[in-house]
């Protein structure tokens, strides 16, 4: 090649500094340039895919000049240093192909999966946005169908409690007008049922002596008038009044013909005490009314 110099020193023009060709870092400098040649082209060197490098142009030979004399190297000559040639490497393009296929098919690859997993991993960002969204729907949903309910029951509540208020008041004001009436008519039954039902009992006379001398306190003398017909009657159960007053005190049990059946006035040394029977159902009556008046005033 005319490029390649004998091992010995070339005669430099004058006020040049000498030279010295650097072969191994000229021919590395080559092959990078040519692999970057080759990455920047899809096409195939065409010389049985070899790499062919070229004589030195000019300008890269620039700074360097031939020999002069017996120290020029003709073209195809044999120095005899062949050993400090360095020859440029073949290079196989195709398995550079092979190489740069496979790393394209794994970019491809991965860049594929990133997209799959980008479009799952949205889907699932959608599906837990979507659910999320639901789910908070249907809580606002629920929550307000609860407030709903809750202030449909407080009106109906208050609507009950309304008509409670009014029916208890219409119930206060008939009970008001009818509990005198009823009263009365009540007492009338009583009295009438009363009378009827014990006019010959006369142990009715015995019973109402018995609870009024139990009553009567601090007094020592008795006298019980009751009328004819009941006379004989009293004075054979007199033992058990006697039993009740004590054995110093003083009874006496006669007749008055101004008395009527169940009748009968005790006289002591500490007052009069009228236990008829008529008089004690009037009384009741008295304390029944009483009562009926007190308790609709309570609920007015």
């Known amino acids: 090649m005319s490029n390649?110099?004998?091992?010995?020193?070339?005669r430099n023009k004058d006020g040049q500094t000498p030279h010295v060709i650097d072969s191994n870092s000229l021919l590395m400098e080559k092959m990078q340039k040519a692999k970057e040649a080759y990455e920047k082209t899809d096409e195939p060197y065409q010389d049985g895919d070899k790499v062919v490098f070229q004589e030195f142009s000019d300008e890269e030979n620039d700074g360097f000049f031939q020999g002069e004399g017996d120290n020029e190297v003709e073209e195809g000559e044999n120095t005899g240093f062949t050993s400090n040639v360095i020859k440029a490497p073949e290079f196989d393009l195709g398995k550079y192909e092979e190489i740069a296929a496979e790393i394209l098919a794994k970019a491809r690859r991965e860049a594929e999966s990133i997209r799959n997993d980008a479009l799952v991993e949205a889907a699932e960002v959608r599906n837990a946005e979507a659910l999320k969204g639901r789910e908070e729907g249907y809580e606002e949903g629920y929550n307000q169908g609860i407030e709903a309910r809750e202030k449909e029951m407080e009106e109906l509540r208050a609507s009950v409690e309304e008509e409670k208020a009014s029916l208890q008041a219409e119930y206060n004001k008939q009970v008001a007008e009818i509990e005198p009436h009823l009263v009365n008519v009540i007492a009338d039954v009583f009295e009438q049922v009363f009378l009827i039902q014990f006019a010959d009992k006369k142990e009715i006379v015995?019973?109402?002596?018995?609870?009024?001398?139990?009553?009567?306190?601090?007094?020592?003398?008795?006298t019980i008038?009751?009328?004819?017909?009941?006379?004989?009657?009293?004075?054979?159960?007199?033992?058990?009044?006697?039993?009740?007053?004590?054995e110093y005190v003083k009874i006496e049990i006669i007749s008055d013909n101004t008395l009527r059946d169940n009748q009968c006035i005790i006289d002591t040394d500490s007052g009069v005490f009228d236990c008829s029977l008529d008089i004690q159902l009037d009384n009741l009556v008295r304390d029944l009314k009483?009562?009926?008046i007190t308790e609709f005033q309570n609920n007015r």
Not at 5 to 10: G, H, N, R
Not at 208 to 222: G, P, Q, R, T
Request: hydrophobic fraction near 45%; glycine fraction near 2%.
């Open 206 to 222: 015995l019973n109402i002596v018995k609870n009024a001398v139990e009553k009567i306190e601090d007094s020592k003398e008795f």
């Open 4 to 10: 390649l110099f004998k091992a010995a020193f070339v």
């Open 290 to 292: 009483s009562l009926s």
């Open 225 to 246: 008038k009751v009328p004819v017909e009941n006379l004989q009657f009293l004075i054979e159960h007199k033992a058990e009044l006697q039993e009740k007053l004590g």
